[in-house]
């Protein structure tokens, strides 16, 4: 049975006492803060009337913004630990309210400095030195000009703000607290408790009766509330799709790419690259399937790995070879990475009502913490070098930018968690002696490639498509949902969907649709990690520097421009079909390597 959350040791927590010492210090400073905020009326009307007001007025709104931030991770992340607990659900939806009231209070902001001119501009540059660490954010802004509305129409669009995140948080809690899966047998014909975790265990069981008891018992319950998973993410859709026509964007997926100034060939370059490469995926699970010796294909063999050595790692196993892996990237970087592991960012292993999947989160003011589910495996390794990757991005962009440029745009976030993917690949196969070890090392690099390049492209389309549909005015039915996604997995998978039933309800269970186009930055950071990753261990030492700089970047420059100085033109095909070609290469390998150990 999973745990409770008592029942884990204090060392595999996360330490939040280091963001506040307590409960009632986060409630007295939510307080203060909800106080302080207060103040922005004196600002309001009043943000041209001088380049010192403008200042005044800028350095106020983005302290603010500051102690928001850090309230809302340590309310969200006490909540995560256990989405039972019915005072941290409290102190997450207060500090949801408190985000809401700070857009609410800060809405005049935008719309009033847009007013600004361009003789006016220059000359409070000019007039204020304080305001030149200022001039890349006023920038941005700028380029938004045509799409910020009124004063009084962003101040009412803030204010739903709370309302139009009540999908995603309903979804969440739907998900991770009330829904109750079944038991269902293990490899040891025990009953467990299925849950999020477990099922993702149990689905690279080498047992196919145990994969397929999981597989059709998760399904069995999203398919018995499909209608309301239906009715969140519509919900979902046409907020987002809302938001960008007030906003005069074309469409939802202009207007999420915009805000990361990205350009929407980006997104349509990577559909046709992966498109394109179908035939790779396809090839890959044909040669799964001779070697699983199954003549019948379904969607719960696609995760088991094919490997008979049980490469499987205990936590403190992969610590230290991640330590090992990542040390290639300098003694700050390794150093930086120990103190992670040894100081308590991470929440480790699964416990009743956790939230399910990993992430790397945290603030501007606080450590760059890790959630886990640990299981000892390879996967769960990668799992945590991609998350330190996050970890150490947000450490090192934090330790070097100001607040204002404290951050790194979220079409950045998965290049340094999945190059350090690709960086202890490189690391296991050079290191590797024996050739079935060797085998379970590219079958894990070949279904990571598939569940992030293939997997989450696939993902983008669907989010895509329903935004489109809702758009031309069709209902988003679970009927509607569930053709959709059946479809494109057999285009993908190239599985009839009629003979693996289930899998139409998949869509049910991903978080990652309210993300508000989200998804498709997995696979082009895979892909540019992949170009990363061979300059770091087959280049120089400028090449390492250059990474360290793009780690260190934030928001001081335009994500392509930070790109481009690390390395890689994300505006061409290029990357991608270089990464593609790695891809073919270790599969040409893989296959060499089957037919060597007669293995199908």
């Known amino acids: 049975m999973v745990l409770q959350r008592n029942e884990i040791n204090e060392k595999d927590q996360w330490d939040l006492s280091t963001i506040f010492p307590s409960d009632q210090a986060f409630e007295e400073e939510l307080a203060q803060a909800t106080e302080d905020l207060k103040e922005s009326s004196k600002f309001e009307g009043r943000l041209l009337e001088s380049a010192q007001s403008l200042l005044e007025t800028t350095e106020f709104v983005l302290a603010i913004e500051r102690r928001v931030e850090k309230l809302y991770v340590y309310a969200h992340m006490k909540n995560d630990q256990d989405t039972r607990e019915a005072k941290y659900q409290e102190y997450y939806a207060k500090a949801m309210t408190l985000y809401s009231q700070m857009d609410q209070a800060f809405s005049f902001y935008e719309p ?10 220059q000359t409070y540059l000019a007039a204020e030195a304080g305001l030149e660490l200022y001039e890349h954010f006023f920038d941005r802004l700028l380029q938004k000009k ?13 204010g739903a703000g709370e309302i139009f995140g009540a999908a995603g948080e309903t979804f969440a809690i739907l998900d991770n607290a009330d829904l109750a899966f079944p038991t269902v047998r293990d490899e040891e014909g025990k009953d467990v408790q299925l849950s999020h975790g477990v099922y993702m265990r149990l689905m690279e069981s080498k047992n196919r009766e145990v994969r397929k008891e999981a597989y059709e018992a998760l399904y069995a319950t999203y398919e018995q509330f499909q209608h309301t998973y239906a009715k969140t993410l519509q919900t979902n859709v046409k907020v987002q799709n809302y938001r960008a026509q007030v906003h005069n964007y074309q469409s939802a997926r202009e207007a999420a790419l915009a805000a990361n100034f990205v350009p929407e060939t980006v997104f349509e370059n990577l559909i046709a690259a992966v498109r394109k490469h179908l035939p790779l995926l396809h090839r890959y699970l044909a040669l799964r399937s001779k070697i699983l010796g199954i003549s019948d294909l379904k969607m719960y063999d696609v995760y088991t790995p094919l490997s008979a050595v049980d490469y499987s790692f205990t936590y403190e196993e992969a610590l230290k070879k991640a330590e090992d892996a990542l040390s290639i990237l300098g003694e700050d970087y390794l150093s ?19 939230r399910s999947g990993a992430y790397s989160g945290g603030s501007y003011d606080t450590n760059a913490f890790m959630l886990l589910n640990w299981q000892d495996t390879l996967d769960n390794l990668f799992t945590l070098v991609h998350e330190t990757g996050h970890s150490m991005h947000s450490s090192y962009t934090r330790e070097t930018q100001p607040y204002v440029y404290g ?5 950045l976030a998965e290049i340094a968690s999945t190059t350090n993917e690709n960086i202890l690949t490189e690391k296991l196969l050079e290191e590797v002696e024996d050739d079935t070890v060797r085998f379970s090392i590219l079958n894990n690099f070949l279904d990571s490639f598939r569940g992030t390049v293939f997997r989450q492209t696939q993902f983008a389309e669907f989010e895509h498509a329903i935004h489109l549909a809702d758009q031309k005015g069709e209902v988003l039915t679970s009927d509607f949902l569930n053709k959709l996604y059946g479809d494109l997995n057999q285009a993908y998978y190239g599985l009839k969907t009629e003979e693996n039933p289930q899998i139409q309800y998949e869509w049910a269970r991903i978080p990652h649709f309210y993300y508000n186009y989200y998804v498709f930055q997995y696979s082009t950071g895979f892909a540019a990690a992949s170009a990363l990753a061979e300059k770091i261990v087959h280049g120089s030492q400028e090449d390492r520097d250059r990474y360290i700089d793009y780690l260190k970047a934030g928001k001081s420059d335009y994500p392509l421009n930070v790109m481009r100085k690390a390395g890689v033109d994300m505006e061409k095909e290029d990357y991608l079909n270089d990464a593609f070609a790695v891809f073919e290469r270790r599969l040409d390998e893989f296959e060499a390597l089957v037919e060597k150990l007669g293995l199908a």
Request: net charge negative.
């Open 336 to 354: 930086r990475v120990k103190r992670a592991f040894s100081e308590r960012w991470i929440d480790v292993y699964e416990n009743q009502g956790k």
């Open 407 to 411: 951050d790194y745009s979220i079409f």
């Open 112 to 121: 009033e400095f847009l007013e600004i001119t361009k003789d006016q501009y």
């Open 146 to 158: 045509a799409h910020v509305l009124s004063q009084r129409e962003e101040e009412l669009l803030a």
